[in-house]
C-alpha cells in the first residue's frame, strides 16, 4: 500500500482498494478501509508513520473491498465507523451482500471469499447528505448511488479534494470488469452527472490514481458510455425473448468477455439484472412466464 500525499493535509492509501486520510491537528479521518485486515495494518502503519491518531471512519460503501478492514481498525483504534443507511447494515451484516448475489439464498461457497465476504464491523453513525462534521472534519456527504443502493462519497471542501470511491472507475479498470457492477443504471448515469459538476480540485476514487478536475470530465464520459453500451447489448439481446440468464451471455459474447469465476459471473448477472430493470422502467421490455420460464422481451 502506498501513501500519495495529495495536498497538504489529504492522502490517498494507493493499493487495489484504495482508502483517502485526512489530517488535523495529529487527528486523522479514514475513507474506507481497503479489503481485509492485512489492508487494515498496512493503513494503521502509514498513520502511525505520520503520527496521526485515527478518529473515525468513513465506509462510502458496503462492498468487501471498501470495509473489509474496518473491523480491524475500529477494534485497534476504538475509531467511530460511519456508513450511510442500508449500507450501514451491510458492514454490520456481511452476509447480506453474498446473500443478495444469490437471490437470496445461502450463498454458495464461491460467494464466501474475503471478495465478497467481509468481516463485521459495528457502525456508531450514519451519514447525512448535505454538510456534515466528523470528529472534527467539516466535510460534504455527496449521494451517488447506482454502483451501490446508498453510496455516498466525501468532500472535503477545506482542501479541495473529494474521495469518490466508487462512483466512477478509470478506464482500465472498466476494461477489466467488462461488466462493472451496478444495481441501478439510470441512477449511476445520474451521478455521473452530479459528480462532474463537483467543485473539488482533486478526485481520489476506490481503484487507480486520483483524477484532476480537468481530467475527470473524459472518465465520467468512458464510463457513462460503458453503461449505456451494456444497457443497449441487454436490450439486443432480448429481440429473441430469452432468460437473464441467457441476456447475460449474450452480454459478455458481445464484449468479448470470458468469465470463469462464478463470483464474477454473479456481480456481472446483478448488472444485467439493473439494466433488465432500467428497461422495463422505460417500456422497452417486460418479462413474462412462459413454460416456468421467465422470458425478458425486447418492446423496442
Ligand atoms: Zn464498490
Avoid at 448535505?130 to 443502493?149: D, K, S, T, V
Avoid at 481530467?215 to 457513462?224: F, G, K, M, R, S
Wanted: contains cysteine.
Amino acid at each position: 500500500m502506498e501513501l500519495v500525499a495529495l495536498t497538504a493535509h489529504a492522502y490517498h492509501l494507493r493499493a487495489g482498494a484504495n482508502a483517502g486520510l485526512l489530517v488535523q491537528g495529529g487527528r486523522g479521518l479514514l475513507v474506507d478501509t481497503g479489503l481485509d485486515r492485512d489492508a487494515a495494518r498496512r493503513i494503521l502503519k502509514h498513520t502511525a508513520g505520520l503520527g496521526v491518531e485515527l478518529a473515525a471512519v468513513i465506509v462510502t460503501h458496503a462492498h468487501a473491498d471498501h470495509f473489509g478492514g474496518a473491523g480491524e481498525i475500529h477494534r485497534r483504534t476504538g475509531a467511530v465507523v460511519w456508513a450511510p443507511p442500508l449500507e450501514a447494515a451491510i458492514v454490520e451484516n456481511p452476509l447480506l451482500e453474498p446473500l443478495y448475489l444469490f437471490a437470496g439464498a445461502q450463498p454458495t461457497a464461491e460467494l464466501r471469499g474475503k471478495f465478497i465476504l467481509a468481516q463485521p464491523c459495528p457502525v456508531g453513525g450514519l451519514l447525512d447528505p448535505g454538510p456534515m462534521a466528523i470528529a472534527g472534519f467539516e466535510l460534504e456527504i455527496i449521494p451517488m448511488p447506482g454502483h451501490a443502493h446508498n453510496q455516498m462519497i466525501v468532500g472535503w471542501p477545506a482542501e479541495g479534494v473529494c474521495f469518490a470511491a466508487d462512483a466512477f472507475f478509470p478506464p482500465e479498470v472498466l476494461d477489466k470488469h467488462g461488466i462493472p457492477f451496478y444495481v441501478d443504471v439510470d441512477q449511476a448515469l445520474a451521478s455521473l452527472e452530479a459528480l462532474a459538476r463537483l467543485p473539488y480540485r482533486l478526485f481520489a476514487q476506490g481503484h487507480g490514481d486520483a483524477y484532476t478536475a480537468e481530467a475527470l470530465p473524459e472518465a465520467v464520459a468512458v464510463n457513462a458510455q460503458r453503461i449505456r453500451r451494456v444497457r443497449e447489448l441487454t436490450l439486443a439481446a432480448l429481440e429473441r425473448p430469452c432468460t437473464d440468464a441467457e441476456a447475460l451471455a449474450y452480454v459478455a459474447d458481445a464484449l468479448g468477455l470470458a468469465i470463469v469465476q462464478p463470483a464474477i459471473y454473479y456481480l456481472a448477472r446483478t448488472t444485467v439484472h439493473a439494466c433488465l430493470n432500467s428497461l422495463r422502467q422505460a417500456g422497452q421490455a417486460e418479462l413474462a412466464l412462459e413454460g416456468n420460464r421467465l422470458l425478458w422481451r425486447s418492446l423496442a
